[in-house]
C-alpha cells in the first residue's frame, strides 16, 4: 500500500511539474501574440519574438535569418550588444543555417566551438564556446532559421529544450506567417500611399505654374531693368543700391525655386516638427494669386493673433493639403455663371485643444451624392483631363497622418465649407 501510495505522489509530481510548464509555455504564447500585435514592421517583430524566447528558455543569444537568393542574412536579434556586428552567410556545406534550410527541421549542436562540421562564426564573431538550436520557419510570406545560442548544455538537456521549443513554435508559426502578412500589406498601402501623394504633388505643379511664374518672373523682370542701369551708369550713384537690389531679387528667386525642390521631394517619411499653421495656407494661396485675381476671386484670411497658432506637423504636405482645396475652389468657379461676388474665406482659430480651420468658398456647392464620395481615391467630377481624383484622397490621408480631423459641409448652389482640426501644440519646446 505504501508502494502504490508513493508511486502515486510521484504521479502527482510529474502531472504537477508539467502542468506548471505548460502555464508557462501558455503565458509566453500569450505574450509573444501580444508583441507580434503592437509592432509596426516585420524584423521588430522579429526582434520581440526572440526576446521573450530568450527570456524564457535563457538563451544567451539569438537570430532569425532571411535567406535572400544565394545568401542568408540576419534580419532580427536579441541578447547581443549594440555594437555587434553580422555577417551574411553564403549557401556553403559549413554553413549551419544552409543545413537547417536544407533538412528543413531542428538541429541541436552540443558545443559550435569544436564541431567540425559547422562555421561558429558564421554569423558574428563568438567569444566562448556555446551551445546551439536552430530550426526551420516556413510560412505562406516568410521563411528563415532562428539559431538560439546558450551556454554548453547536455545533448539531453538540449533535447528536451529543443523538444519544448518545437511545440511552442508549432503552435506560434502560423500566428507569424499571418502577421507578416499583415505588415506587409500595411507596407505595400504605404508605399502607394507615397506614390499618389508625389503624384498629387505633381499635378499641383502643374496647376500652380501660372502662380510659379509670376514669382520668377517678377524679380527677373526686376534684375534686367537694375542691370540695364547699371550698364548705363556704372559709376554711377545709385549703382551700389541696384547691385543690393539685385541680390535680394536673386535671393527671393532661389527661396521660391529652394521651396519648389523641397515639395516635389519624395515624402518617405513626415517631416514633423513646430510650425505656424498659417504659413503652409499663406505659401499656398500665393502660388495660387495671379490665377485667383485674373478670375476675380477675392481671399479673405482671418487668423487669431494669439495666442500663436502652433502645431506639430510638415509644412510641406501640409501646403497640398490647401493647394487641393484652392485648386478645387477655382475649378468650381469656372461653372458660376451669375453675378455673385466670388470668394475664398479662410479662418484659423483656438478651438479648446485644438486648431480648427474653417475653410469657405461660395463656388456653387455640392450634391450629397458627390459630397460622401469626395475623399474616395480616383472619384472626380471634372472633365477628362482635369482631374486625377486623387487631391481631397492625399489631402484626408495627409490630415490623417497629422492627427487631424476633416469635415465638409456643403450647400448646393451656393457654397461648400472644409472644418479640419490639428492638435494644438500649447507647450513647444
Same mark, same amino acid.
Given at each position: 500500500?505504501?508502494?502504490?501510495?508513493?508511486?502515486?505522489?510521484?504521479?502527482?509530481?510529474?502531472?504537477?511539474?508539467?502542468?506548471? !510548464?505548460?502555464?508557462?509555455?501558455?503565458n509566453?504564447?500569450?505574450e509573444?501574440?501580444?508583441?507580434?500585435?503592437?509592432?509596426?514592421?516585420?524584423?521588430?517583430?522579429?526582434?520581440?519574438?526572440?526576446?521573450?524566447?530568450?527570456?524564457?528558455?535563457?538563451?544567451?543569444?539569438?537570430?532569425?535569418?532571411?535567406?535572400?537568393?544565394?545568401?542568408?542574412?540576419? +534580419?532580427?536579434?536579441?541578447?547581443?550588444?549594440?555594437?555587434?556586428?553580422?555577417?551574411?552567410?553564403?549557401?556553403?556545406?559549413?554553413?549551419?543555417?544552409?543545413?537547417?534550410y536544407?533538412?528543413?527541421?531542428?538541429?541541436?549542436?552540443?558545443?559550435?566551438?569544436?564541431?567540425?562540421?559547422?562555421?561558429?562564426?558564421?554569423?558574428?564573431?563568438?567569444?566562448?564556446? +556555446?551551445?546551439?538550436?536552430?530550426?526551420?520557419?516556413?510560412?505562406?510570406?516568410?521563411?528563415?532559421?532562428?539559431?538560439?545560442?546558450?551556454?554548453?548544455?547536455?545533448?539531453?538537456?538540449?533535447?528536451?529544450?529543443?523538444?519544448?521549443?518545437?511545440?511552442l513554435?508549432?503552435?506560434?508559426a502560423?500566428?507569424?506567417?499571418?502577421?507578416?502578412?499583415?505588415?506587409?500589406?500595411?507596407?505595400e498601402?504605404?508605399?502607394?500611399?507615397?506614390?499618389?501623394?508625389?503624384?498629387?504633388?505633381?499635378?499641383?505643379?502643374g496647376?500652380?505654374?501660372?502662380?510659379?511664374?509670376?514669382e520668377?518672373?517678377?524679380?527677373?523682370?526686376?534684375i534686367?531693368?537694375?542691370?540695364?542701369?547699371?550698364? +548705363?551708369?556704372?559709376?554711377?550713384?545709385?549703382?551700389?543700391?541696384y547691385?543690393?537690389?539685385?541680390?535680394?531679387?536673386?535671393?527671393? +528667386?532661389?527661396?521660391?525655386?529652394?521651396?519648389?525642390?523641397?515639395?516635389?521631394?519624395?515624402?518617405?517619411?513626415?517631416?514633423?516638427r513646430?510650425?505656424?499653421?498659417?504659413?503652409?495656407?499663406?505659401?499656398?494661396?500665393?502660388?495660387?494669386?495671379?490665377?485667383?485675381?485674373?478670375?476675380?476671386?477675392?481671399?479673405?484670411?482671418?487668423?487669431?493673433?494669439?495666442?500663436?497658432?502652433?502645431?506639430?506637423?510638415?509644412?510641406?504636405?501640409?501646403?497640398?493639403?490647401?493647394?487641393?482645396?484652392?485648386?478645387?475652389?477655382?475649378?468650381?468657379?469656372?461653372?458660376?455663371l451669375?453675378?455673385?461676388?466670388?470668394?475664398?474665406?479662410?479662418e484659423?482659430?483656438?478651438?479648446?485643444?485644438?486648431?480648427?480651420?474653417?475653410?469657405?468658398?461660395?463656388?456653387?456647392?455640392?450634391?450629397?451624392?458627390?459630397? !460622401?464620395?469626395?475623399?474616395?481615391?480616383?472619384?472626380?467630377?471634372?472633365? #477628362?483631363?482635369?482631374?486625377?481624383?486623387?487631391?481631397?484622397?492625399?489631402?484626408?490621408?495627409?490630415?490623417?497622418?497629422?492627427?487631424?480631423?476633416?469635415?465638409?459641409?456643403?450647400?448646393?448652389?451656393?457654397g461648400?465649407?472644409?472644418? #479640419?482640426?490639428f492638435?494644438?501644440?500649447?507647450?513647444?519646446?
Amino acid at each position: 500500500m505504501e508502494e502504490q501510495n508513493k508511486k502515486l505522489l510521484e504521479k502527482i509530481e510529474v502531472l504537477e511539474f508539467e502542468l506548471k !510548464e505548460t502555464a508557462k509555455s501558455f503565458n509566453t504564447l500569450i505574450e509573444i501574440l501580444i508583441e507580434i500585435t503592437t509592432t509596426e514592421d516585420v524584423e521588430s517583430m522579429f526582434q520581440g519574438v526572440l526576446s521573450i524566447l530568450n527570456n524564457y528558455f535563457h538563451f544567451e543569444q539569438s537570430l532569425f535569418i532571411a535567406s535572400e537568393q544565394n545568401e542568408f542574412k540576419v +534580419m532580427a536579434s536579441a541578447g547581443f550588444d549594440k555594437n555587434t556586428k553580422f555577417k551574411s552567410s553564403k549557401h556553403l556545406d559549413n554553413s549551419l543555417a544552409w543545413c537547417v534550410y536544407n533538412l528543413k527541421s531542428f538541429m541541436n549542436i552540443k558545443n559550435m566551438d569544436t564541431d567540425p562540421r559547422f562555421n561558429k562564426d558564421e554569423f558574428f564573431q563568438q567569444t566562448k564556446p +556555446m551551445s546551439a538550436i536552430a530550426t526551420y520557419l516556413e510560412q505562406d510570406k516568410i521563411n528563415g532559421i532562428f539559431i538560439f545560442y546558450l551556454d554548453l548544455e547536455s545533448t539531453a538537456s538540449l533535447r528536451h529544450i529543443s523538444t519544448n521549443l518545437d511545440m511552442l513554435l508549432t503552435v506560434l508559426a502560423p500566428h507569424l506567417g499571418k502577421f507578416v502578412s499583415h505588415l506587409q500589406a500595411i507596407k505595400e498601402k504605404r508605399i502607394i500611399q507615397e506614390q499618389l501623394i508625389q503624384s498629387g504633388k505633381l499635378a499641383s505643379l502643374g496647376m500652380m505654374s501660372a502662380g510659379i511664374a509670376h514669382e520668377l518672373n517678377n524679380p527677373l523682370f526686376a534684375i534686367m531693368a537694375l542691370a540695364q542701369n547699371i550698364q +548705363m551708369k556704372p559709376q554711377g550713384e545709385k549703382t551700389p543700391q541696384y547691385a543690393e537690389q539685385i541680390v535680394q531679387c536673386t535671393e527671393r +528667386m532661389s527661396k521660391v525655386i529652394q521651396h519648389l525642390k523641397v515639395f516635389s521631394r519624395k515624402s518617405e517619411e513626415l517631416d514633423f516638427r513646430e510650425i505656424d499653421i498659417t504659413i503652409p495656407i499663406t505659401e499656398s494661396l500665393k502660388l495660387f494669386a495671379p490665377q485667383l485675381r485674373q478670375e476675380s476671386i477675392e481671399t479673405i484670411l482671418k487668423f487669431a493673433n494669439s495666442p500663436p497658432l502652433r502645431c506639430l506637423g510638415d509644412s510641406v504636405q501640409l501646403e497640398s493639403v490647401f493647394q487641393n482645396l484652392i485648386a478645387n475652389s477655382k475649378d468650381a468657379f469656372e461653372n458660376i455663371l451669375d453675378n455673385r461676388k466670388k470668394f475664398i474665406n479662410v479662418e484659423v482659430k483656438i478651438d479648446e485643444d485644438r486648431i480648427k480651420i474653417i475653410y469657405i468658398d461660395n463656388a456653387g456647392g455640392m450634391p450629397p451624392q458627390v459630397m !460622401e464620395k469626395i475623399y474616395d481615391p480616383f472619384f472626380t467630377t471634372k472633365g #477628362i483631363g482635369k482631374g486625377t481624383g486623387l487631391g481631397m484622397n492625399l489631402a484626408y490621408e495627409i490630415i490623417k497622418q497629422h492627427s487631424g480631423k476633416i469635415v465638409v459641409s456643403s450647400n448646393l448652389g451656393e457654397g461648400t465649407t472644409f472644418e #479640419i482640426y490639428f492638435p494644438y501644440n500649447a507647450n513647444p519646446h
